[in-house]
């Protein structure tokens, strides 16, 4: 095991009608800024009751910001935060618009571009208190430092690291509303930063092995049930609290992680606009099939206790979980072939010449390159 200090300050306040808490939350004397994207909380009840809990403060509201928030339009909102002295910010939407909040709270205070922060998050000198009434279970940004910021100009999307929501509502309630799409992405989304934490062969933790394998049988067993009743409360409450526990720290202490995955689907994002889940489901299976031998011990694991798989050549077992792993994404549903979105060479033509500019490498060990990344790309079509 890896050495470690552990703190994740969020406060999580989990619940049906726990978006009225808000109002003991924030302080009377902030200045809020309220950030909002393209108006589904106005369908679902979400904003009058966010309104009726801040009644008594003193806010003003930002709409706009899109899925895969774009830096140009959160500089709109910088501009605005930093012109109206706002301390605190309150994101009610999805992970895209607490996302965009994180980079609005980090460069308010800061005298440069924002962009420069993304590329940079070392820059960050502080960041503008904010919370969040999260109402698509996925990103679990409502408890990790971490944002995901577009850039239309450059056609760039890149994570950086801002800080931790000072606390996060949760009223499974509020995803009664969510698209099915949007559900089929949010668990795709979530199993995969699961599986980007689990699958590395030299942690050595069966702690935490155990806790992710939790969340993995725990989206297998849900997910159905939720394609057939997405306002069933228990189901949506438990995959809530399964995307939050994803990706908030809890499964990863003492280990290294994987995320190649994740980089690279980035980058389809940013060149095809398919969200963020989507691109997850191509690459990953592609990813295992040719990176097997690198995390070998845990597929075989994987296999035994996420499938219950007992074929005893080993080499038949991995790719049967890989199989199955990939009619599940199906299952979703979502696709799992580029050529399925019409997406063809050009594109992962561009993406594989991108990290041999960035000269980066990719993974647990950083043993993918860029010629490794097309390998990938190829077995994805
Ligand atoms: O914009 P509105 O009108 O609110 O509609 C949104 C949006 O169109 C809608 N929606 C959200 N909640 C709803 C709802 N519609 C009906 N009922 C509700 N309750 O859903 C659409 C998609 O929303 P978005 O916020 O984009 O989705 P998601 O939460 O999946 O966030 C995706 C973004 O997060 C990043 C992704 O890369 C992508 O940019 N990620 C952030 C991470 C993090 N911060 O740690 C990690 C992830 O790996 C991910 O990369
Ligand atoms: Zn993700």
């Not at 502080?126 to 409502?142: H, N, Q, R, Y």
Request: net charge negative; with cysteine; charged share 20%.
């Amino acid at each position: 095991m890896r050495n470690f200090s552990f703190q994740n300050t969020t406060k999580l306040i989990f619940g049906e009608g726990s978006i009225s808490k808000i109002s003991s939350e924030i302080p009377h004397d902030k200045r809020i800024m309220l950030t909002f994207g393209g108006g589904s909380v106005k369908q679902n009840g979400v904003y009058e009751q966010v309104r009726a809990a801040l009644a008594n403060h003193n806010y003003m509201e930002f709409w706009g910001i899109e899925p895969n928030p774009k830096v140009e339009t959160l500089r709109e909102a910088i501009e605005l935060g930093k012109r109206k002295n706002i301390d605190f910010i309150l994101a009610v939407g999805g992970g895209s618009v607490l996302d965009g909040t994180k980079l609005i709270a980090s460069a308010i205070p800061y005298p440069g571009d924002a962009w420069q922060l993304v590329l940079n998050p070392f820059l960050i000198q502080s960041t503008v208190p904010f919370a969040d009434v999260i109402t698509l279970p996925a990103t679990g940004s409502e408890m990790n430092e971490g944002a995901v910021i577009s850039n239309l100009d450059t056609r760039e999307k890149y994570a950086f690291q801002s800080a931790y929501p000072q606390f996060s509502i949760l009223d499974p309630s509020t995803t009664f509303s969510l698209p099915p799409f949007q559900i089929a992405c949010g668990i795709a989304d979530s199993f995969i930063h699961v599986m980007e934490q689990y699958l590395v062969d030299k942690n050595n933790s069966p702690l935490m092995d155990r806790w992710a394998e939790g969340l993995l049988l725990t989206l297998i067993e849900i997910a159905p049930k939720i394609r057939q009743n997405q306002h069933d409360y228990e189901q949506m409450a438990n995959f809530m609290l399964s995307a939050t526990m994803a990706l908030n720290g809890f499964i990863s202490m003492g280990c290294f992680s994987d995320w190649a995955t994740h980089m690279i689907g980035h980058e389809l994002t940013a060149l095809t606009g398919l969200t963020h889940g989507e691109t997850l489901v191509i690459v990953e299976p592609a990813l295992l099939r040719i990176m097997k031998n690198e995390k070998r011990k845990k597929l075989l694991q994987f296999a035994e206790r996420i499938w219950n798989i007992s074929e005893s050549d080993e080499d038949k077992k991995i790719a049967l979980a890989i199989e199955k792993t990939e009619q599940f994404y199906r299952s979703l549903p979502l696709k799992t072939k580029l050529s399925e979105h019409n997406i063809g060479d050009d594109v992962c033509e561009e993406i594989a010449n991108r990290f041999y500019k960035r000269g980066i490498r990719l993974g647990e060990n950083a043993t993918i390159n860029a010629d490794t990344v097309k390998k990938i790309l190829e077995l994805c079509k």
